[in-house]
């Protein structure tokens, strides 16, 4: 219910409640003769940000390079290129907002990976989101395949219906995810050759620190399924949640590289703060613990199509081997 009436929700907040309550307080706090005009510039103010955000923020979008160094990385992979995108939630592109996916797959494209890989909510809270827009997932094209993980959005978790009707709904997106002919990855893994090398992509369910959330993932799992990996590989983890890293992929596995999505980086960027920061340690970005590292994509839409400072964005993660 939360996710279906977010959008009323912010508009409520953003244009009425937010405008009040600080022309009111401005009112309060600033000396008689200058609290009404200091309230009513500061109201506009935000009324004119959260307007901004939603119609020209939302739609930006940036690419950035990222590069990853690991001496585990086989020499017949140095320079390989994946390229990330995470949280499209389609549902939101729709309408005039269409040409914003056709836009990103285009982009995609344009970079030519060698993988490409998403991680996570395709959708807002229902699967049909998806059918209107299977036409340009189904232009992903890489040489070694498109991978995707489920996001908490694509869990039904915040469909208004029995635990039956959540599971059809649930195998549906599933459906369609592999009807755009990705490789929809749930708690198992395959393995990418190069001449005599091979790394290993892997994918787990979601799982997260939030207990509501689906809690489904299983790293060892993940890594015996459908064969269990052997002679210590490099393997790049998928996983939806950033939180799984701490708690459960750098205990359990040996995963290099950690790719996740999932908190949109607050969908602000105010001054170097971002409200992700207030409840995820890493939020945005690539964090290193050793030579193991996580990086978390802010990504590419939003359910509420809003951002500030922070556009939506494809990631091109190149491998290189340590010297």
């Known amino acids: 219910m939360i996710a279906r009436y977010a959008v009323p929700f912010f508009l409520l907040m953003v244009f009425v409640v937010a405008p009040l309550v600080v022309f009111f307080l401005c009112r309060w706090l600033c000396p008689?003769?200058?609290?009404?005009?200091?309230?009513?510039?500061?109201?506009?103010?935000?009324?004119?940000?959260?307007?901004?955000?939603?119609?020209?923020?939302?739609?930006?979008?940036?690419?950035?390079?990222?590069?990853?160094?690991?001496?585990?990385?086989?020499?017949?992979?140095?320079?390989?290129?994946?390229?990330?995108?995470?949280?499209?939630?389609?549902?939101?592109?729709?309408?005039?907002?269409?040409?914003?996916?056709?836009?990103?797959?285009?982009?995609?494209?344009?970079?030519?990976?060698?993988?490409?890989?998403?991680?996570g909510d395709l959708q807002n809270v229902y699967p049909d989101e998806i059918i209107a827009h299977l036409p340009q997932l189904q232009r992903l094209k890489a040489p070694d395949g498109v991978y995707s993980v489920l996001g908490n959005h694509d869990y039904a978790t915040y469909q208004p219906c029995d635990s039956l009707e959540k599971e059809s709904n649930c195998a549906k997106t599933r459906f369609l995810e592999r009807q755009a002919g990705w490789t929809l990855l749930l708690n198992e893994h395959r393995v990418i050759h190069r001449d005599s090398d091979s790394i290993v992509i892997a994918g787990m369910e979601n799982w997260g620190t939030v207990k509501r959330m689906p809690r489904r993932g299983d790293v060892k799992k993940t890594l015996a399924t459908p064969n269990p990996i052997t002679n210590n590989p490099f393997i790049i983890m998928l996983q939806h949640d950033p939180t799984a890293w701490r708690e459960l992929i750098l205990p359990q596995c040996q995963a290099q590289l950690t790719l996740s999505g999932h908190t949109h980086g607050g969908q602000a960027d105010i001054f170097g703060f971002s409200p992700a920061s207030l409840s995820y340690k890493e939020w945005g970005g690539m964090t290193y613990e050793g030579s193991r590292a996580l990086y978390v994509s802010t990504g590419l839409g939003a359910l509420i199509p809003f951002r500030l400072g922070l556009p939506g964005e494809i990631v091109v993660i190149t491998l290189h081997k340590q010297k």
């Open 32 to 119: 008689k003769r200058w609290g009404r005009k200091v309230g009513i510039t500061a109201a506009l103010l935000i009324m004119l940000f959260a307007a901004y955000g939603m119609f020209v923020g939302y739609q930006e979008m940036e690419i950035r390079q990222v590069e990853y160094v690991s001496k585990d990385l086989p020499k017949s992979f140095d320079g390989y290129r994946i390229a990330l995108f995470s949280d499209a939630h389609v549902g939101t592109m729709t309408g005039n907002r269409e040409w914003l996916l056709q836009r990103a797959v285009d982009c995609i494209l344009a970079l030519k990976p060698d993988m490409i890989v998403f991680t």
